[in-house]
């Protein structure tokens, strides 16, 4: 009988990762990741920083370009007859819907297009800036009689131009304005009756401001002796008083209208940490720029060399480095002397933060037109 064998094949011996070998593939797994992570994080970082020094110019741009455009025309209606500048201004504004025995409230600046007043060891400077704003032309009208303090309206040579609601600044005689004479706020009123005027009428040779409702008009304003023959009337329009500011990184305004004497500062962008202002100036009447100072003028003689104002902006970054990145305070040439430091400082871990500066020259247009060098 014969006996089959079966031959089996062998199975072969399977073999798995040693402990060694397992240990070694976390190991790199762990490397890879490491390096992919501090990868994204650097990539993110330097993303984040390009973002916000975009961020930076954009604020810093438009905060140069509002004030460029705001000192350009500057002055309008204020600077065009020189020898009022730096005239003392007074004016009181009574909100009609206010109650009774509420105060009213002053109205003070300096008749010049613009007033720079100097930040304190490098802190922000302030700007105000002056304007009128009519859809008409502005030009001084002078006064053909004499205007008594409780008087209702000025005798002109021509009121051209002239409509309701202007906000009109009278000017002592040529300009000579002192303790007893300065300038006066009022507001052009009309009573309509065209065909059979009064002494309240807008007319071609009378401008009237009577009292009532009027929230600017009030005899407080005028000096005691009135306003001589010969003194002259500038109309605003509508006003246009702004004072800009540095507070807490960002560029403030804070407006005064026609229709309100004051009001609340208003944020315009943001991280804006310094702002500096010089006034140029013509000292020696050849029609050219030839010094910049912070010095602000205190006569008319002095005002009319004013022609140009430059100004920096300091912008800052919105991406906090954890690393300090800035080392020093940047630097503002004007002229060929030794650059000012625009202050930075004071801004909380500034070191930690990247910055720039935008300088501009601005001419004042209506400054120019008027001035004798021109």
Known sequence: MNTLHFSLPRRRLQRGFTLVELMVGIVLGMLTVLVITQTMAVTEGKKRTISSGSDAQVNGTLALYTLQRELQMSGYGVASNPVALGCPVKG??????????????????????????????????????????????????????????????????SSLGVTAGDLMIAVPRDGQYNADQWCAVFSVTDDGNAESPTSATLTARRIPHTTGSNPWNTSDVFPEAGYERGAFLLNLGRLSHRTYSIDNESLQVRAQTSGAATSTAEDLYPQIVNLQAMYGKDTTGDGQIDTYDNTTPTTAADWERVLAVRLALVARSTQYERDPVTTSAPQWQVGTGTPLTLRINHVSDWQHYRYKVYDTIVPLRNMLWNSKSS
């Open 92 to 157: 009181k504004f009574k909100d009609p819907a206010a109650p009774a025995d509420s105060a009213a409230i002053d109205f003070a600046p300096v008749l010049a297009p613009v007033v720079i007043v100097d930040g304190a060891d490098g802190a922000p400077d302030t700007i105000t800036i002056l304007q009128g704003q009519t859809a008409n032309f502005s030009a001084p009208m002078p006064v053909s009689t004499d205007h008594a303090k409780d008087a209702g309206a000025f005798e002109v040579g």
